[in-house]
């Protein structure tokens, strides 16, 4: 039987996005467990920071989210993005390093 990402439902010229099922969530947060994909904890770990904010109430304070000023801007997230995706194209060439 195909599902519908494989019958092109969905968006006209996209195919529908197939939600995961519980044994697949189940497997890649193992796989994660394991170490078993090390760029995608890699990003995780990074991707924690990306909304950090200056609390403007109490000054030296930083907090996940907010009105505050951020503590990255743009620049440095998207050189960070596209240190990560070098850093996967690295381990994709070579999974043993």
């Known amino acids: 039987m195909m599902d519908r990402a494989e019958t092109g439902a969905g968006r006209a010229g996209h ?3 197939v939600p995961p099922t519980r044994p ?5 947060r193992q796989a994660l467990a ?11 770990q990074h ?9 403007p109430e ?4 930083v907090r996940h989210g907010g009105t505050g000023r951020q503590v990255h801007d743009d620049a440095w997230i998207a050189e960070r993005l596209a240190r990560w995706e070098a850093d996967c194209r690295h ?3 070579d999974p043993a390093t």
Do not use: I, S
Not at 24 to 28: A, G
Not at 34 to 44: K, Q, T
Not at 58 to 61: A, H, K, N, S
């Open 58 to 61: 109490r000054p030296g304070v």
């Open 15 to 17: 195919a529908a996005a």
């Open 34 to 44: 394991d170490g078993r994909e090390p760029m995608v904890r890699a990003a995780l």
């Open 91 to 93: 381990h994709d060439g």
């Open 47 to 55: 991707l924690h920071g990306f909304d950090l904010t200056h609390d």
């Open 24 to 28: 697949d969530v189940r497997e890649r």
